[in-house]
């Protein structure tokens, strides 16, 4: 299955080597502005090099837990995920309540370097493990009239102290069009870096759909239903005119409070400069296809 995907990236593919080691040197070097100024025009136009672990665990959004991005990892530990199960119903074959760890047989769990692209404006480069959601639809076996796919969040209020605030209805809700859920980009994602999925990431198991900004991949999954109607999701929610159901990485569509032309990749120190943010997160040759004709203004 890897390497079957243009954006299925790998190390090699995403680090051109000279750009690597300057921001190493960077890093290394500790004189942030003068080696920034020198950088290549590759490493400035932000090469794909993955976040540290560190990164990646420590600047979140996990409301659940909190909306400070610290909060997830100081409030998280405690999350039991262990056993983990998921309902899965509505218009499918075999519905039922699945254990993960019969949902994980006789997957094979790849990486999957991916961008994530918040709509707050920054970014990150995520080394997923996970597996492609069609191979879990296709197991519980999706019935003819289903349109849409709608996911829910664990609903722990013991665990999760942020739930004690209505900031989004709780618990979190997502959905997708069948074709998105579909697409081979589309993964369930159980670890990162070869490791198991740390719980201010979405521990045991989270959504990852590349092209759409990250409050899209939603954590800690509990329920997928297959329906025929457009479901509810938690932004779209209490702000329509800010969250769409789409939610699609566009650079030509402005958030009504702040532009999504460009955006601030974490880790790249102080004197990063902001890069353009590529229509589709960068992944348009894989899934323009599927918006072709609709105008992305309306469906935002
Ligand atoms: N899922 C749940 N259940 N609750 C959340 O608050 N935040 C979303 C998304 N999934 C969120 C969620 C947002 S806004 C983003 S940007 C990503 O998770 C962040 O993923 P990360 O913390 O792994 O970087």
Redesign the pocket.
């Known amino acids: 299955m890897a390497g079957r995907f243009k954006s299925d990236l790998k190390w090699s593919d995403v680090t051109p080597e000279a750009a690597f080691l300057d921001r190493r040197a960077l890093l290394a070097g500790g004189a942030a502005m003068a080696a920034g100024l020198a950088l290549p025009r590759g490493a400035r136009a932000g090469a794909l090099e993955p976040n540290t672990l560190e990164e990646?665990t420590s600047?979140?959004?996990?409301?659940?837990f909190g909306t400070g991005k610290t909060d997830?990892k100081a409030y998280a530990g405690g999350l039991t995920t262990k056993p983990w199960s998921i309902e899965v119903g509505g218009m499918v074959e075999k519905p039922g309540n699945y254990d993960l760890a019969d949902i994980l047989k006789g997957k094979s769990i790849e990486e999957r370097i991916y961008r994530?692209r918040?709509?707050?404006a920054w970014s990150?480069v995520?080394p997923w493990n996970g597996f492609e959601l069609k191979d879990l639809l296709d197991q519980v076996g999706v019935q003819p009239g289903a349109k849409y796919v709608a996911f829910e969040?664990l609903y722990r209020p013991e665990e999760m102290p942020g739930t004690r605030y209505p900031v989004?209805p709780w618990?979190?809700r997502?959905g997708l069009r069948l074709d998105e859920a579909m697409h081979p980009l589309t993964i369930l994602a159980t670890g990162i870096y070869g490791k198991p999925m740390p719980n201010?990431?979405?521990a045991p198991i989270?959504l990852v759909v590349p092209w759409k900004?990250?409050?899209?991949?939603?954590?800690?999954i509990v329920k997928i239903t297959l329906t025929d109607k457009q479901p509810p999701t938690s932004w779209n929610t209490i702000q329509a005119r800010e969250y769409g159901f789409y939610s699609n990485v566009n650079p030509n569509v402005d958030h009504p409070r702040w532009s999504q032309a460009t955006e601030r990749r974490i880790g790249g120190g102080l004197f990063s400069p902001r890069i353009e943010t590529q229509m589709f997160n960068g992944y348009g040759d894989e899934v323009a296809g599927l918006y072709a004709g609709m105008d992305l203004k309306k469906y935002y």
Request: charged share 20%.
């Open positions: 990646i600047y979140n959004n996990y409301y659940e997830p994530l918040c709509v707050e990150m995520v969040t989004v618990p979190y997502e201010q990431n979405g989270r900004y990250g409050f899209k991949s939603i954590k800690s």
